[in-house]
């Protein structure tokens, strides 16, 4: 709907007033413009198309910033470490902070958010938490799973004695096998950007504490859990970053 259509409709009798249809013009031209704008906005901030600063006002609306915490190389003073002992570490102060901050780049962005958009929506389900993931890993050499610790059976020694109730075990884990994931990648997960826990159920990750190894387990040979000799002990993101 364009300024000239809206004049268009204006009866003859002020049609041929100058100075009304001057000040109608200049009343309409704002309203047209701005309403141009507002018909753009889910094209210019569409998650799929929204680059750069686009993409952070996306980020404002679904509060996800683009920035992740990672620890900082230290210079402080520790033992055990060549080149940071004595006469040679920093002292650290009280106020020093030990992590440094990265911005994500738009690409990797992009996927944290649509990741989180997923996770607001999540039914509470494993293979609902699994397409979450899915959303931001998208490296096919890194297996990042879901594992469901509940029993499928309930065995004898699960039930509280007296009563017939069930003890089942209300945690879940978040397997990371294969390829190591990039710093970045790790410290999303130690801050939890990816907001997946179903309400009174533990959630804990476990990362591989080797490259391009599966997590160690019994009775499972695969690319995400395997046995002696092949699986590598899970730890958490947190660990690994110190790694």
């Given at each position: ?35 141009d704008v507002v018909s753009h906005l889910p094209v210019d ?199």
């Open positions: 709907m364009t300024e000239d259509y809206l004049l268009g409709l204006v009866p003859p009798w002020h049609s041929t007033r100058p100075k009304f249809m001057a000040t109608l013009a200049a009343v309409l031209a704002p309203l047209v413009a701005m309403r901030f569409d998650l799929d198309s929204a680059i750069g600063v686009q993409l952070d006002a996306v980020g404002v609306r679904i509060g996800r910033a683009r920035t992740v915490r990672l620890p900082a190389p230290t210079l402080y003073f520790t033992f055990d470490e060549v080149g940071l002992g004595f006469d040679r570490g920093v002292w650290k102060g009280p106020y020093e902070d030990p992590q440094t901050t990265v911005s994500l780049d738009d690409d990797t962005y992009r996927r944290l958010l649509r990741a989180n958009i997923l996770a607001k929506h999540w039914d509470g389900t494993i293979p609902g938490a699994q397409a979450v993931f899915d959303a931001f890993f998208i490296d096919p050499d890194t297996y990042v799973f879901v594992q469901d610790n509940a029993p499928a059976a309930f065995p004898d020694e699960l039930a509280i004695p007296g009563t017939g109730d069930q003890r089942l075990e209300m945690s879940m884990t978040i397997g990371v096998a294969g390829k190591a994931l990039s710093l970045t990648y790790l410290g999303i997960l130690d801050q939890n950007l990816i907001p997946i826990k179903p309400a009174g159920i533990d959630s804990t990750y476990a990362v591989a504490s080797t490259n391009n190894r599966a997590l160690f387990g019994f009775d499972v040979q695969n690319e995400f859990v395997a046995g002696f000799d092949t699986g590598a002990f899970g730890v958490t993101p947190a660990e690994r970053l110190r790694a």
